[in-house]
């Protein structure tokens, strides 16, 4: 009996409701580096760029590379307007792109995991507008499936979630459906490979994470988890499938996997 209750019941905070999470991104969005406004943030751009430039001239250029304009401004912000703080973090994500062949990556080269079904980008925006990323946690087999492999299906997908975006969206919504959940399917691994992919390579690009009908048996998992989390911790929410129906979608736009 005891491995079939739901542990939402065991999580002693309170979730992260939508509206606030909203709230949230709204204040991210908002924030500037000072009185200087537009040129001054114009200025911290080109000041990243040129240490880049000066610094790392091996990194690519082009897009997502040291001279995107965009990918500067987004670190920057993430790093409060640090220019230190930006050069650092951008350079770890522009190597990491490239030795990690991000742009290389398609369906095609993912295909053998993809068929899986265990994740995928829902075809759907959710009621906020965000791209929706899902992740079937009862198909995930860390013994037999190869841990590469995963990563490049993670990665891909992701991209394939942030390249949807529509205009003045900034921010993806993240799916584990956790229906099914066994021991077995546990993966600390790509779990922590995860956290870092969204902290620094794609930071503050997920608005929001839904642990949805989480069993009993997730609960030590999330124990070890959640401090790796860090500042994401706070958007995390526990919720039932019918929540997610109710609340993220309409009838028209939810996700086959959570149709009544």
């Avoid at 250029?61 to 304009?69: F, H, I, L, M, V």
């Avoid at 546990?186 to 642990?211: A, E, N, R, S």
Wanted: with cysteine; proline share 6%; net charge neutral.
């Amino acid at each position: 009996m005891a491995a079939s209750c739901s542990f939402r019941s065991v999580v002693r905070a309170p979730p992260l409701s939508r509206s606030l999470a909203r709230s949230a991104v709204r204040c991210r969005r908002a924030a500037t580096p000072g009185a200087g406004g537009a040129a001054s943030t114009s200025k911290l751009v080109v000041e990243v760029k040129e240490r880049l430039a000066r610094e790392h001239p091996g990194l690519p250029t082009g897009r997502n590379g040291r001279d995107d304009d965009d990918m500067i401004l987004w670190f920057l912000k993430d790093r409060k307007f640090s220019v230190d703080e930006a050069v650092s973090k951008l350079t770890k994500a522009i190597k990491w792109r490239q030795d990690f062949g991000v742009s290389e990556l398609s369906e095609e080269s993912v295909k053998g995991l993809y068929q899986t079904g265990k994740a995928y980008v829902h075809d759907s925006l959710d009621i906020d507008g965000r791209p929706v990323l899902v992740v079937i946690a009862a198909k995930h087999f860390p013994s037999t499936q190869d841990p590469v492999e995963n990563e490049k299906l993670c990665a891909y997908l992701v991209e394939k979630a942030i390249n949807r975006l529509p205009s003045g969206e900034e921010n993806i919504l993240g799916i584990f459906d956790l229906r099914g959940f066994r021991v077995e399917n546990g993966d600390l691994q790509f779990l922590k490979f995860l956290i870092d992919v969204f902290y620094y390579y794609y930071p503050k690009q997920l608005g929001q994470v839904l642990f949805v009908d989480a069993p009993f048996v997730f609960q030590p998992m999330w124990q070890v988890v959640k401090p790796l989390l860090r500042s994401y911790a706070s958007l995390v929410r526990f919720c039932d499938s019918e929540t997610v129906r109710k609340e993220y979608f309409t009838e028209e736009t939810v996700p086959p996997d959570f149709h009544c």
